[in-house]
Structures are given as C-alpha cells and as structure tokens.
C-alpha cells in the first residue's frame, strides 16, 4: 500500500447516486485491491468513481469490483466506494478507500459499469436500499 503523501486533480466526484445523508457519515476504510480492476473498464480516466459496487476477497480482506461470478468473495456485494479516489499507475500497488455499507443508493445514477443484480441486492438487503427512479 502507498502511503507517500501526494496531491492529484481530476475534477470534479459525482455522488447523485446517494439516495440520502443516511450512511454517509458512518463510512468504514477499506483496501481496494487494485488488480481486481480493469483500467479500461473500471478506471479509464486514472480515478475510481465513487458508487462501484464493492465486494470483499476473502483470503486478503481486501475490495474489488462486486462480481456476482466471481469465487474469491468479490460475488457477494458489501457496499459502494463512497468517493473517488485515483488508481495508481501500477495495478500492484492498493489503495486506501471509503465504503458505504448502509443507506440509500440511486441505481440509474451509479457509475457505468456498477450494475448491481438481484443476489447482490440481497446480499446488502437490510443495510442498502435501492431507489431504482
């Protein structure tokens, strides 16, 4: 994990996709695991978007994308990246995160690709309600 200090721009986070201030204040740090993701698919402009679908690796503890046919643990979806934060340059190196595990989240406002299927949605039945207008 990087932990050098250092400063980067790039614009502007979009977080429509909350449904309401409910959970956003109760975030929990997570490790996202870097080579889980796909530059072209999942970072093409160089940051995260806030709002991926998140899933936990079990044998690191680490985030991925939710991927309900994965067999690692990314297939049952713990939360949303609650803010951008930039990808490294090097898919080795993880980064340090915000997860939203409990609230609202706005389907139609969730960065592409962040689809979000039937057994992810029970998987956070209880925690994470989804709007789907």
């Known amino acids: 994990m990087n932990l050098q200090q250092t400063v980067r721009s790039f614009g502007m986070d979009d977080q429509s996709w909350l449904g309401s201030e409910h959970g956003a204040r109760a975030t929990e740090s997570c490790t996202l695991d870097t080579s ?3 530059p072209a698919t999942h970072y093409p402009a160089g940051y995260f978007k806030s709002g991926v679908p998140l899933g936990q690796i079990t044998a690191t503890k680490k985030f991925g994308p939710y991927d309900d046919t994965a067999v690692d ?3 049952t979806l ?3 990246l609650f803010a951008a934060v930039g ?3 090097d898919n080795t190196i993880d980064v340090a995160a ?3 595990t409990h609230g609202k989240v706005r389907v139609s406002r ?3 690709p962040a689809a979000v299927d039937a057994a992810g949605r029970a998987d956070v039945a209880g ?3 989804y709007l789907d207008n």
């Open 36 to 38: 889980t993701f796909t």
């Open 78 to 80: 713990v939360g949303h």
């Open 110 to 112: 969730l960065p592409v």
């Open 73 to 75: 643990g990314r297939q």
């Open 87 to 89: 990808a490294p340059t």
């Open 127 to 129: 925690s994470i309600r």
């Open 98 to 100: 915000a997860i939203l």
